[in-house]
């Protein structure tokens, strides 16, 4: 158990956060020239100002035309996106290990407020699941990999909250915890989680297109 | 899935150019077809919507089709890109001539290429483009309603959309001329005119069958004191109905043409006539396919030219309109420009009784007969009026006896919507109110 917890946290670790650091940069590279490549005509037209104001607006809960319309998924989203970066970059137990392998630190969460919003985390996603299940308008265009991401998501935050409790094996259960988070990174640039960064630039270009050409709100 | 299975295959329509453009295909083609359009005509940007889109289905309220269909998915925006793209993308373009058939009648025939959709996704995906591929992809392989395919032909053999020839396009001009010399004894409609400051340019179906515009707006020019001119030769019409074909070529063609004609009059700007497609391709698709930024001419849109001349005062009201009004905001000069508050300022001046539709601005419903879909023609006709319930219900809520829709598309869908279903609304270009009710200081007594 000690020699699979070491090799997940050393190498493993290294691979997971490498791939997903390098997928990243790979992939802004690789979209980047094929805008200039093939989508000229909208690269053109994109705008700071624009881009900036379209990503602060939506940013804001309960703005957004759309926001409005569907408060419950609003709340869920809102909500599941916060505390699902939130927890694993301020949670003490992650901080104390970076401050062991690299010796840097910085402020963490109360370890009771980071269990509440890791049960936050979990309800959105069986929220997105039963959504998923039964609303027709998304239920309509959902594929297997759909089901898949949900589950990816929320497996390090569902193993993570047993481990914490102790539930079950708490060894076996903080390795699985580990490789689920580090299976998560690992997979961002290459499935549809590649929302986290791509997602910002088709939203900088409606932006852009909507404030800068059409002169009217995106939103 | 559910005990129904949603989707284009329980609503085929029959369509001669459909129909025998699928007769025509082998798998090779399609594949090699697609696969050429997805590797040599798209990018990042089609890359990016199909990885990131989370298919969360918050797109479907925006759509006037799934409105209108008691939440059929398979009209909401995702709902046909699930339908179209996604196929192609997934099967790497091994899809069967059935397969292009459904496509073609989604991308041609329920999606008006409004994006209203593009605002209401938390990615901005624009699924309006991603219909466009669809529809390019359709283009290539020949499989296009019939009816939108002549209007294409027209525009390729005679640069307008309409068949008009040449000397029919003078003879309307001079016909219309005498018509509002009775009226207004001095007014002339100055053709060829090198060197005026604008050259006035209608879509081919005001020639054809809305001549009465022309006349309108010849009035209009003449009251208020313009240097303008209208001309002889191909370049008059600013129509494109190649751009909702998938014919890019065309589309690129029309507008050289159009703006080369402003630049051999020597005209300071060209203003359009009530046209909110022509303008999409003057403004937002055939300038860029032209890799111009934006339009080599100045164009002015009539919604802005009223606006204007009203507030140089060139445009005078003589009279109010009282009829109860209301104003439809048509997407590709609202959500494409942005000219909704203009359009307001003028309905105000003329319209005491402005009552506003509800949503509106650049949030209203689409007609449901923009992006070439009511140029699919009468075999199309009911998928437009049914999809488009919820635009009927947003009319009758206004009760106003008088609809201002400043579109040719949008007017020609609003009518089958109020007769479709029993409004009783009267409709009305806004150049149709502004000439009954302006100061007209050359008209006889």
Redesign the interface.
């Known amino acids: 158990m000690v020699e699979i917890y070491n090799f997940v946290v050393g190498p493993l670790a290294w691979v997971g956060w490498g791939i997903f650091v390098v997928g990243i940069i790979y992939k802004l590279i690789y979209m980047y020239s094929l805008a200039r490549a093939k989508d000229y005509s909208s690269l053109d037209y994109m705008s700071l100002p624009f881009s900036l104001r379209s990503i602060f607006v939506w940013s804001i809960p309960f703005y957004a035309t759309n926001w409005k319309r569907n408060p419950a998924m609003t709340v869920a989203t809102f909500l599941f996106h916060i505390c699902l970066i939130a927890v694993p970059v301020f949670l003490l137990a992650h901080v104390v290990l970076w401050q062991k392998f690299f010796g840097i630190t910085w402020a963490t969460l109360p370890d009771q407020a980071a269990d509440y919003m890791t049960l936050a985390v979990i309800a959105a996603c069986v929220f997105f699941g039963v959504r998923r299940a039964t609303d027709l308008r998304a239920r309509y265009v959902t594929s297997y990999k759909d089901w898949l991401i949900l589950i990816l998501v929320a497996s390090p935050f569902v193993t993570g909250f047993l481990a914490y409790h102790q539930i079950f094996n708490y060894k076996f259960m903080i390795i699985l915890h580990i490789v689920s988070g580090l299976a998560w990174l690992a997979l961002i640039p290459f499935t549809r989680l590649s929302h986290m960064f791509l997602g910002l630039f088709t939203r900088a270009y409606a932006g852009s297109e909507f404030g800068k050409v059409r002169h009217v709100k995106d939103w | 899935?559910?005990a129904v299975e949603?989707g284009i295959q329980n609503r085929k329509v029959d369509d001669i150019g459909l129909i025998q453009g699928a007769a025509r295909l082998t798998p090779e083609r399609i594949q090699k077809t697609i696969q050429k359009v997805l590797a040599g005509?798209?990018?990042?940007?089609l890359?990016?919507?199909s990885?990131?889109?989370?298919?969360?289905?918050?797109c479907?309220?925006?759509c006037h089709f799934y409105m209108s269909h008691d939440?059929d998915?398979?009209y909401?925006p995702?709902?046909k890109v699930?339908q179209t793209m996604w196929v192609m993308l997934d099967k790497k373009g091994k899809v069967s001539p059935e397969f292009i058939y459904q496509a073609a009648q989604v991308a041609y025939t329920e999606c008006n290429l409004c994006k209203r959709c593009?605002?209401?996704?938390?990615?901005?995906?624009?699924t309006a483009y991603i219909m466009l591929v669809v529809r390019r992809i359709c283009h290539l392989l020949g499989v296009i309603p019939q009816y939108i395919q002549d209007t294409a032909h027209s525009h390729a053999s005679t640069m307008n959309q309409m068949w008009v020839k040449d000397d029919e396009w003078i003879d309307a001009l001079q016909w219309q001329e005498d018509e509002a010399r009775d009226e207004i004894p001095n007014l002339r409609i100055p053709l060829e005119k090198e060197g005026a400051e604008i050259m006035y340019s209608v879509i081919g179906p005001e020639p054809k069958f809305r001549t009465q515009l022309i006349m309108q707006a010849a009035v209009l020019m003449n009251e208020a004191g313009m240097d303008w001119t209208m001309p002889a030769t191909t370049g008059w019409d600013n129509s494109d109905m190649a751009m909702y074909t998938g014919d890019n070529e065309i589309m690129a063609r029309l507008k050289r043409d159009h703006f080369e004609c402003a630049q051999r009059l020597k005209v300071k700007r060209i203003v359009m006539g009530e046209c909110g497609h022509a303008f999409r391709s003057i403004?937002?698709m055939g300038n860029?396919?032209l890799?111009w930024?934006m339009h080599p001419v100045p164009v002015v849109h009539a919604l802005e030219f009223y606006w204007e001349l009203l507030r140089d005062g060139k445009l005078k009201v003589a009279k109010p309109f009282e009829k109860t009004v209301t104003l439809h905001d048509p997407c590709n000069v609202?959500?494409?420009?942005?000219l909704?508050e203009k359009a307001r300022e003028v309905v105000r001046a003329f319209c005491p009784n402005f009552i506003e539709m509800i949503p509106n601005?650049?949030?209203n419903y689409c007609c449901s007969a923009g992006g070439g879909v009511i140029n699919c023609g009468p075999p199309f006709k009911n998928v437009r009026v049914q999809g488009n319930r919820v635009k009927a219900e947003q009319l009758k809520a206004t009760g106003a006896e008088v609809c201002i829709s400043p579109c040719h598309n949008c007017h020609g869908g609003l009518e089958d919507i109020i007769h479709g279903y029993k409004l009783g609304m009267e409709l009305k270009f806004l150049i149709d109110i502004i000439y009954e009710c302006m100061e007209k200081p050359n008209a006889a007594e």
């Open positions: 899935m559910g949603y005509e798209t990018g990042a940007k890359k990016a919507y990885e990131i889109c989370v298919r969360c289905g918050l479907a309220e925006a939440g998915p398979s909401s995702v709902g699930k593009v605002q209401y996704c938390p990615f901005g995906i624009d403004y937002d860029r396919a890799a930024r609202i959500r494409g420009r942005g909704h601005r650049e949030h």
